[in-house]
Structure formats: structure tokens, C-alpha cells
């Protein structure tokens, strides 16, 4: 019988992936109590940010900008549509393609969000430098992952 000794890189302790996975709750979980007054779930701020940012998006672009697939981020958008905070219609030149944009509401919602990456970053606990630096790796890993696919 093998000793747990020779199973060491089984040790939940040893899982990058579980940090991750720990990471990514605990960020969530920071998130929601900044968001349930705007509204919002996290997935949905994720997606105004974008919209905020960069304006009218078509589906698939805004999917490729959050990494997300169809059938996660249609019913996200229908709720963001449903709260009045979005609207999709049919590019009149491709009518297969479909434009995501805000409405007056949605826009309006970007003033009342704009402490929230202000109170994160002080829960956060870390300096902008090393913020960056944590985001520089993250997106390497993920970068290294996407290519390994």
C-alpha cells in the first residue's frame, strides 16, 4: 500500500488550481454586497464594464471580451436586458449579428458603480503595484492555458 508520502502532489494544499478556485469565490463574494444595491450580480458588472468602456458591442465580441460562451452570457444579457439596463437588436447591415447596448438607465448605472473598484481595492489589501503584478501573472496563466488548448 503507497504511503501518502508518494502522493504529496495530491495534497489539496499543493493545488494551484484550488487557489484559484478559493481566489476567484473570495473576489465574488467581495464583489456582492458593493453590487446587490446597483442591481447586479457579478458576471452582469463585468459585462456594463465592458459596455461602459467600449460602447455598443456585438454578442459575440462581448463573449470573446469576457470569455464567456453563448449560453452563459445569453441569459445574462436577457436579465440586463429585463432590468432595463441594456438592449439587443439585429444589425440592420447583418441581420444575424446581434448589438448589445446601453440604454439611458445603463448608462446612468456607471455613475452610481464607480466606487466599487475603489472599495475592492481596499478590501484587496494590496498596493497598485502589486495589483498589476498579480494581474500581469494571471493573464500569463491564462494566456499560457488558452495556447496549451
Not at 452563459?72 to 432595463?84: C, D, I, N, Y
Request: proline residues 4%; glycine residues 8%.
Amino acid at each position: 500500500m503507497a504511503t501518502s508520502k508518494e502522493f504529496h502532489e495530491l495534497k489539496l494544499a499543493n493545488q494551484l488550481c484550488f487557489d484559484l478556485y478559493a481566489a476567484s469565490r473570495a473576489v465574488t463574494k467581495a464583489y456582492r454586497p458593493l453590487l446587490e444595491p446597483l442591481g447586479l450580480t457579478y458576471p452582469q458588472y463585468l459585462a456594463l464594464l465592458v459596455l461602459w468602456e467600449h460602447g455598443a458591442h456585438s454578442v459575440t465580441a462581448l463573449g470573446q471580451a469576457l470569455q464567456l460562451d453563448s449560453g452563459t452570457l445569453s441569459p445574462l444579457l436577457k436579465r440586463l436586458e429585463g432590468a432595463g439596463l441594456i438592449r439587443r437588436q439585429r444589425r440592420p447591415d447583418d441581420e444575424r449579428a446581434v448589438e448589445v447596448g446601453l440604454t439611458e438607465a445603463g448608462l446612468a448605472l456607471k455613475e452610481r458603480a464607480a466606487s466599487v473598484p475603489m472599495a475592492i481595492a481596499c478590501k484587496v489589501g494590496l498596493g497598485l503595484g502589486e495589483a498589476r503584478a498579480l494581474q500581469a501573472e494571471l493573464r500569463r496563466l491564462v494566456a499560457a492555458l488558452d495556447a496549451g488548448e
